[in-house]
């Protein structure tokens, strides 16, 4: 049954709605609790920032949300679909049509040039935009036909960037984007996902164990140990290049 | 004693290793055992029949040389004992008899040998296998070859019917015997061994001499020589004492058709053994290469480790080398205990063919042993480069990750096609690309497979097109008889007279040499009626000919042995009457598979003969209702030597193709699909093992499990692809060279590869390769997409 509607009470849209969500992993002959009741709702087209040490759970819930991983109990709504009723097929193309992804490692298949990684998931995606288009929002509109190898960590990133948004998701998931690169680099990397925020209302989640990153975004959610210690909303969003670290 | 106690957690991690990979270990090691399993069964049988001849041969004393006489005086044995290099001389009477038996239509050939009345060891000796010999005084008694005396179920005491020497007689079996002389039991003029239609009866000489009034005379000597001695020289000599006696010309054993029979089979096998085994370690070589290398480029961090912890490159090395040792181990292990059973199963294949009064698989340790030494050295020469870079890995190098896969624009961009392809086409197309020599071995191995099929299927197609053509296209006889001695042309008349008997064509045939330079042939000369009906010959271009009424015409085989063409003068000496030489020039050459034969007209045979017009066989076309009748007259007529049906003939030889060439074919499945799936399956794992991150990657974007399946499939394809037309083609050859390699004096084959065939080839291994990638295919589903991305590749 769906849950009655408090959203409608709010202007915005909710994005995700989680409620009593649990993760438990079986790691050799020990469990482990990865998540332990996290209630959470994630409006649409916030910058929303999660914060907290390694093994804090941050990453299992974005997993979760991308599709990736199952809860064990409890529910994860993305708008009316609640993502742990959903099979293996449906989730798959549930990451197709809604979720852009982007990593700390990039991801990108080496075999492709620029153009064809972004080509790879606008091939598959209902109305996406060209891949030259999202290389330029990128700012990568003359590195087209390079191949990954032939291009520095930022740049690789910033095609994963291209990739996750040309296919203009729902939601856009970023697990450590800056966490390979350096900080000039981390910071050219967070303002196209700012602009991309901002220009295309993409709701867009970061994690990241790095604290100053948590000023440029619209929610900043606290993990430790399984659960969200603290929800936030900044009053002023930072533009990334105030950021330093 | 350090490095011993270091290097036992070593082993450990070996083992698991070895463990983690075991499908692609299986699969390696099966190639290397199917190698191997080859070796051991060929060269086993191999020597199994050559030393189990050997023996039988020395303990029968079968003779060198085999000689013939219309008429010679018993004490022409001396003559010949006393030639220089001659150590034993054994003379008999040999002649030809038509069985009654019971269970068949036509009557049955026969040969009857005398045994001599003294005690005297015997050249060519049988081995009784059951009852007695015939005693003296018992003129009905005779000794019958086992192989018949078993396909028509006889016992010692069964009573035989036969026309003998223009008498019916009843004979009693007394016994049963094998002899070397008939190891392949075949009846002279043909080409296909059949126990029922075959016998051999031994009977005592004074039965023999009195039946074909040879008293104080004998027709067949058979000697052996010292080894030392020169057979041609001998034969020589017994040629020049037995031509006035009506000598028809010795000959060594070489020519003897049991003998010869062996001496291809035995060719075969040591071909078998020489081309085979070496395909399969190259390709076991080239998948330990593959695997090993992937291995090595997986545990690069950890050969830093172990090399910071202060192992050397050579321990280093040998823990890899080791690695593929274990490899080459199970696959000795598996082709030792496959070729110990296919050698078993194919001697008691030869036990049906070849009549040996025992005859056992016995492993041939030497070659065994060569085997296991070259599938070991194969297996580790094929892993070396990749060793080797495990051994001279730096430490320091060896513990940062690798530096990232980089991918070029290339011939795909050049070629504009890579606009054609969609993005997963492009992967398929650039890691096939990326990795040209890898990719081109892969893809020679499944060639391989596809030439190792076609070149034992294609015998199917030529045997076919053989018989087809022999019996076919150039015979429409029903009936071959032959006759005692030679009749006048009015037996024609005689033959047509008989109700149901619809055609005859006469023909006269005579022993003759043939000599051209220094190379000689002895065989029959067959003089035919150029408006012969029933049979007829083909040139080259597989046009009808009609017989020139001058010199003399040649198959092309004989041709060839003889190393004449068409206008080269021949000398021709027939070997019985009044034995004529002429020289005459070979007018013509045709085209025929079966034996090496030369004709000419029969009137211009008859002439050269200084006889009158005369045949001695005839074809004959029948109306079958009356098949019975006729079957009956021939064998109750007295002129009547044998009887051949052309449906039989045939009939035998389908069914001798389907014992041995079927399971021939499906050992040759086996092989071929083993060496397919090894390659697909080690392929596809590797590719798998590179391309995990990108794939997985892939599955988070959003590919479903199918479609990224289809990379992996699709780069399997192409290269399965490649492999067909590359495989056909070293088929095609391959099957070309074994035609050539399998021609003997009775018959070759006429080289003919279907489109069938290779259809069939290509069939046989996209199954394999299909059934090889879907196990790899499952693999995609159990990618695990969260922990890809959380670590660099």
């Known amino acids: 049954m769906p849950a009655p509607e408090p959203a409608r009470e709010a202007t915005v849209e909710t994005a995700f709605r989680i409620g009593s969500l649990t993760k438990t992993y079986q790691v050799g002959e020990t469990e482990v609790h990865a998540l332990r009741g996290i209630d959470l709702v994630l409006p649409e087209g916030e910058l929303i920032v999660i914060l907290g040490p390694s093994g804090s759970g941050k990453s299992t819930m974005l997993n979760i949300l991308g599709g990736l991983d199952r809860p064990t109990t409890g529910s994860v709504r993305f708008h009316d679909t609640e993502l742990g009723d959903l099979d293996d097929g449906a989730l798959t193309r549930y990451r197709r049509e809604h979720v852009g992804f982007i990593f700390q490692f990039y991801n990108l298949i080496p075999s492709l040039t620029a153009r064809e990684n972004v080509a790879l998931v606008t091939e598959i995606a209902s109305r996406p935009m060209q891949p030259e288009e999202a290389l330029s929002l990128v700012g990568l509109g003359h590195r087209l036909d390079h191949f990954p190898s032939q291009l520095s960590g930022g740049e690789q990133q910033r095609v994963a960037v291209a990739r996750a948004i040309a296919k203009q998701p729902g939601v856009l998931l970023c697990d450590e984007p800056t966490g390979a690169l350096d900080s000039q680099t981390g910071i050219a990397v967070l303002e196209t996902l700012d602009t991309v925020n901002r220009e295309l209302g993409t709701t867009t989640l970061i994690i990241t164990h790095n604290v100053v990153i948590a000023d440029m975004a619209d929610r900043v959610v606290t993990f430790a140990d399984g659960m969200t210690t603290e929800v936030r909303e900044n009053v002023r969003r930072k533009a990334p290049a105030e950021l330093t670290w | ?793």
Not at chain 2, 171 to 199: H, K, N, Q
Not at chain 2, 256 to 280: K, N, R, T
Not at chain 2, 329 to 335: A, E, F
Not at chain 2, 629 to 640: D, G, K, N, W
């Open chain 2, 1 to 793: 004693m350090v490095a011993g106690r270091l290097l036992a957690p070593l082993d450990r991690k070996l083992l698991r290793d070895l463990w983690h990979v075991r499908g692609q270990i299986v699969a390696i090691a099966l190639v290397i055992a199917a190698g191997i399993a080859t070796m051991v069964m060929a060269s086993g049988t191999l020597n199994s029949l050559t030393e189990t001849r050997q023996a039988y041969y020395e303990r029968n004393r079968f003779a060198d040389i085999f000689a013939h006489a219309r008429r010679a005086p018993a004490g022409i044995v001396d003559d010949i004992a006393r030639i220089e290099g001659v150590s034993r001389v054994s003379a008999r009477i040999v002649q030809e008899l038509l069985v009654d038996m019971p269970a068949m239509d036509e009557p049955v050939r026969g040969r009857v040998i005398s045994l001599p009345r003294d005690g005297d060891p015997r050249v060519n000796d049988f081995t009784l296998r059951t009852g007695r010999e015939p005693r003296e005084g018992y003129p009905d008694e005779v000794v019958v070859l086992q192989s018949f005396a078993d396909a028509h179920g006889l016992e010692p005491g069964d009573t035989i019917t036969a026309n003998f020497m223009g008498t019916r007689r009843h004979f009693v079996m007394v016994g049963t015997a094998l002899s070397p002389e008939f190891i392949y039991a075949i009846a002279p003029g043909s080409f296909v061994p059949d126990d029922r239609r075959f016998g051999v009866f031994w009977m005592n000489e004074r039965v023999v001499e009195a039946a074909s009034n040879l008293e104080g005379a004998v027709n067949d000597i058979v000697v052996q020589i010292r080894r030392d001695a020169a057979p041609d020289d001998i034969i020589r000599q017994i040629d020049t004492l037995l031509e006035p006696f009506g000598g028809t010309g010795a000959y060594a054993r070489t020519d003897q058709p049991s003998h010869a029979f062996i001496e291809g089979e035995l060719d075969q096998l040591s071909v078998l053994a020489s081309i085979v085994p070496p395909v399969f370690l190259a390709v076991a070589a080239f998948l330990l290469n593959l695997v090993v290398g992937r291995l090595i480029d997986t545990e690069r961090e950890q050969i830093g480790l172990l090399k910071a912890f202060g192992y050397g490159g050579l321990s280093v090395g040998w823990h890899y080398v080791k690695f593929v040792l274990a490899i080459g181990v199970v696959g000795v292990v598996i082709g030792m205990v496959a070729g110990i059973w296919l050698g078993h199963s194919v001697t008691r294949l030869y036990t049906g063919f070849f009549h040996f009064p025992f005859l056992h698989f016995r492993l041939d340790f030497g070659t065994a042993g060569i085997a296991v030494a070259a599938s070991l050295t194969a297996a580790v020469l094929g892993a070396a480069l990749s060793i080797r870079r495990a051994m001279v890995l730096a430490p320091a190098i060896a513990m940062r990750p690798p530096p990232p896969t980089s991918y070029r624009r290339g011939l795909l961009e050049r070629a504009g096609i890579s606009s054609l392809l969609g993005a997963a086409g492009r992967m398929v197309v650039r890691h096939v690309l990326r990795t040209p020599v890898r990719s081109a071995l892969t893809s020679l191995g499944v060639a391989f497979s596809v030439a190792l099929l076609i070149s034992s299927l294609f015998f199917l197609d030529s045997i076919d097109r053989m018989l087809e053509i022999f019996f076919e296209d150039t015979q429409y006889q029903d009936l071959s008889v032959s006759f005692v001695e030679r009749r006048g042309d009015d037996v024609a008349n005689d033959l047509l007279h008989i109700a149901g008997v619809l055609a005859v064509d006469l023909h006269r045939s005579a022993p003759v040499r043939l000599t051209h330079g220094t190379r000689s042939e002895r065989l029959a000369l067959t003089g035919r009626d150029p408006q012969a009906s029933l049979s007829r010959l083909l040139d080259a271009d597989g046009d009808e000919i009609v017989l020139p009424g001058q010199g003399i015409t040649l198959s092309n085989s004989l041709a060839t042995s003889l190393d004449v063409e068409v206008g080269d003068i021949l000398r021709v000496e027939v070997l019985e009457g009044r034995r004529p030489v002429i020289d005459t020039p070979v007018t013509l050459i045709v085209r025929e598979y079966v034996g090496a034969n030369a004709y000419m007209r029969r009137d211009a045979l008859n002439r050269l003969l200084q006889e009158p017009p005369s045949a001695n066989a005839a074809d004959l076309a029948i109306d079958p209702g009356f098949q019975e009748t006729i079957y009956a007259a021939l064998t109750e007529s007295p002129q009547v030597l044998g009887v051949d049906r052309r449906a039989a003939t045939l009939e035998r030889f389908r069914a001798l193709i389907d014992d041995s060439m079927v399971t021939t074919i499906l050992f040759y499945i086996g092989f071929a699909s083993t060496i397919a799936v090894g390659v697909v399956y080690n392929s596809a794992r590797i590719s798998l093992a590179e391309r995990g991150r990108e794939l997985a990657s892939m599955r988070v974007l959003g590919y479903h499990r199918h479609e990224v399946a289809l990379i992996l499939v699709g780069e399997l394809a192409l290269l399965v692809a490649a492999a067909l037309p590359v495989g056909c083609v070293l088929g095609y050859f391959l099957a070309r060279g074994m035609a050539t390699e399998f021609a003997s004096d009775l018959f070759r084959l006429p080289f003919i590869v279907y489109p069938s065939t290779f259809a069939f080839a290509a069939i046989i291994v996209i199954a394999a390769s299909i059934g090889a990638a879907l196990l790899v295919v499952r693999r995609v589903s159990r990618l695990d997409l969260i922990s890809v991305l959380k670590t660099r590749e």
